[in-house]
């Protein structure tokens, strides 16, 4: 049981490149989510998902998006990457109806 | 709009007991989470706790929740150099949506 796995661990990218950060979690969690982390901000809602199929925008979407065509996959892309994107991106799931929601390690992203 | 408030830095000597302390303002809220952070780690989920709860203890840490003030706070028992590292609150609201967290308390550890 690998819980939530993200990759990669760190990535560099120019200014208005593309990306795609995975993630993956093998528990059948129903809800997935993406944040991202700014020093002194805590962290901060980017998309989220119920379930195949659906998703939604959290508190910081612009400049991101996701598909959830599996239970177990929920990628985030940045379409055209900004310097303001540079951040810590965590990936996170737990079952529908709440309770334990477990965090992947995290991709360090840089935007030059 | 959601609001969860902590304060930034706690220090406290080894052995002592640390007390977190966490104020949220969605009374909807379902859900209440502490979740520990070392320097260039992931986040470890420590514990969670229902609103219909007002205490859970587990091993070295207790959490009490006062919902009529909209209070958490994380006890650690026995304080020890490993336990530092920021610690977040997070609540979740009961619609479909994430985790709203606090900024973190930096818990200091004194010999």
Same mark, same amino acid.
């Given at each position: 049981?690998?819980? $939530?796995?993200q990759?990669?661990k ?5 200014t208005?490149?593309s990306m795609?950060?995975q993630?993956?979690?093998d528990m059948?969690?129903?809800y ?5 982390q ?9 998309h989220y %998902? $119920?379930?195949a ?15 959830? *065509? ?8 940045l379409? %055209? ?7 810590v991106y965590f990936c996170? *799931? ?9 965090f ?9 | 709009?959601?609001?969860?408030e902590q304060?930034?830095f706690?220090? $406290?000597r080894?052995?002592?007991s ?9 009374s ?11 320097p260039?780690a992931?986040?470890q989920l420590?514990?969670?706790?229902f *609103?219909?709860?007002?205490?859970k ?5 207790? $959490?009490?929740?006062?919902? @009529?003030?909209k ?6 028992a ?5 336990? *530092? ?8 609201a ?8 606090? @900024? ?8």
């Amino acid at each position: 049981n690998a819980g $939530v796995t993200q990759t990669p661990k760190f990535q560099v990218l120019k200014t208005g490149q593309s990306m795609t950060l995975q993630c993956a979690q093998d528990m059948n969690h129903e809800y997935m989510s993406w944040y991202r982390q700014d020093p002194g901000m805590g962290l901060r809602l980017i998309h989220y %998902s $119920v379930g195949a199929g659906i998703t939604d925008q959290g508190e910081v979407p612009n400049g991101y998006n996701v598909s959830r *065509s599996t239970t177990e996959d929920f990628p985030l892309r940045l379409l %055209s990457a900004a310097p303001s994107q540079t951040s810590v991106y965590f990936c996170a *799931s737990t079952l529908a109806g709440g309770g334990e929601q477990y965090f992947g390690p995290g991709t360090r992203l840089t935007v030059t | 709009g959601e609001d969860v408030e902590q304060s930034l830095f706690l220090s $406290v000597r080894e052995g002592d007991s640390s007390v977190i302390n966490c104020t949220y303002t969605d009374s909807s809220s379902t859900y209440l989470y502490w979740y520990k952070q070392e320097p260039g780690a992931g986040l470890q989920l420590l514990t969670y706790i229902f *609103s219909n709860m007002d205490m859970k203890q587990d091993q070295r840490l207790t $959490v009490l929740l006062n919902k @009529k003030d909209k209070h958490l706070s994380l006890r650690i028992a026995d304080t020890q150099t490993g336990d *530092s590292a920021i610690y977040f609150c997070a609540e979740r609201a009961g619609g479909a949506d994430g985790l709203t967290f606090g @900024k973190g308390t930096h818990l200091i550890i004194q010999p």
